[in-house]
């Protein structure tokens, strides 16, 4: 399985010209594959002797202690080939989260309550493992705190195609695990709510809420930086963010941090592409918390202390109207006098 790595770290696909305009979508998270790459996974597949149990076996052991790839360059390791292999290994001519609803769906009867735990612990060390590769831009901010910030470098956008050697020479292998930190971002922003849907079915839902505040503590850190060498990590973690707030019993996970995101005084300084994800994120944290719409409109800027005494005002106000426009039309039509400013009635229909 290691000789298997080495080919295929040797079977890249075609270069793209350094003067190439690159036309594929910045959202892909993994090269696209060589044709020599798909040939080696029908090779193992046709090898009926190993299972997709024995594979897995022999890949975690390499990966465990990776083999080197010993030629005129410098020697370097081959768990992030392998990984790759396996990937594909799985997932054949699917793509993408329409691979994991087919993966999912195709299993055996889950009434089993052996199997569906199985499957979630499974699922549970897969996402803790790429939650850990999410994170590794950021650094503690000091030797005892467990708080987290970004690193100050810049961040490598996931490209469909693969690098040149000489990038590549810098980048491989755990030695320099956070060039991979956007691609496992936008990996999770694309699949870990609708295939945590799958796997917690119905009133088992709560139980995956410890796993998504664990996963939520590489991400938060990076939506608190607005600095332009962190818009990759940005962008990915609010469409994160976005699709698990879609999902009311979540809410324990997130809802405290967004809001405290929502406040800050830099909360508008951000790419005008991710306003979209950042309107879904507010709309379906006014949803799921009934009151507060009403607790922000209420919201007197004298009594702010989140922004400048001098802004208090006006940031207020940007907040209280991203907040109504990220509903849906006349979705707070009832409030209206609240947000005039006027005392609210508690029906509507009643006289003053």
């Given amino acids: 399985m290691a000789s298997v790595g080495v080919v295929w770290s040797n079977r890249k696909g075609k270069r793209r010209h350094k003067n190439q305009v690159r036309t594929t979508p910045c959202w892909k998270v993994l ?19 190993l299972n997709t149990e024995t594979v897995l076996h022999l890949v975690k052991e390499v990966v465990k202690r990776p083999h080197q790839i010993k030629g005129d360059q410098k020697a370097t390791l081959v768990d992030i080939p392998m990984l790759q292999f396996t990937f594909l290994y799985f997932i054949d001519s ?19 309550k052996k199997d569906s735990k199985d ?3 499974v699922t549970q060390r897969i996402l803790e493992a790429v939650g850990g590769i999410a994170g590794s831009s950021l650094e503690q901010t000091s030797w005892l705190s467990r708080s987290l910030e970004v690193k100050v470098q810049s961040q490598i956008c996931p490209e469909a195609e693969e690098p040149d050697d000489a990038d590549a020479n810098a980048m491989v292998s755990s030695s320099a695990p956070s060039v991979y930190s956007v691609q496992a971002l936008t990996l999770l922003a694309e699949i870990l709510a609708p295939l945590l849907d799958m796997v917690y079915r119905s009133d088992e839902k709560e139980k995956a809420v410890p796993l998504i505040s664990r996963l939520l503590y590489y991400v938060f850190p990076y939506l608190k930086n607005h600095s332009a060498y962190n818009m990759p990590s940005f962008a990915a973690g609010a469409q994160l963010v976005s699709s698990l707030s879609g999902y009311a019993c979540t809410k324990r996970a997130w809802k405290k941090e967004v809001f405290e995101l929502f406040m800050d005084p830099f909360f508008f300084t951000m790419e005008a592409s ?20 009403k607790d922000l409109m209420g919201m007197q800027s004298s009594s702010l202390k989140l922004f400048p005494s001098a802004d208090q005002k006006p940031m207020l106000l940007k907040r209280q ?25 508690l029906n509507p229909s009643d006289g003053l």
């Avoid at 699917?94 to 089993?112: A, H, I, K, Y």
């Avoid at 879904?280 to 009934?290: G, P, V």
């Avoid at 109207?321 to 009635?345: N, V």
Wanted: charged fraction near 20%; glycine fraction near 4%.
């Fill in 94 to 112: 699917l793509e993408g989260l329409q691979m994991l609803n087919d993966f999912v769906n195709r299993l055996p009867n889950m009434d089993s």
């Fill in 274 to 293: 991710c306003a979209h994800s950042w309107k879904s994120i507010i709309d379906h944290l006014l949803t799921h918390e009934k009151t507060m719409f």
């Fill in 321 to 345: 109207a991203f907040a109504m426009f990220s509903g849906e039309l006349d979705q707070y039509h009832l409030y209206l006098p609240l947000i005039q400013g006027r005392p609210l009635l």
């Fill in 31 to 49: 090269p696209v594959p060589s044709e020599a790459r798909l040939i080696i996974v029908e090779l193992i597949k046709s090898l009926h002797t």
């Fill in 119 to 121: 499957l979630q612990e």
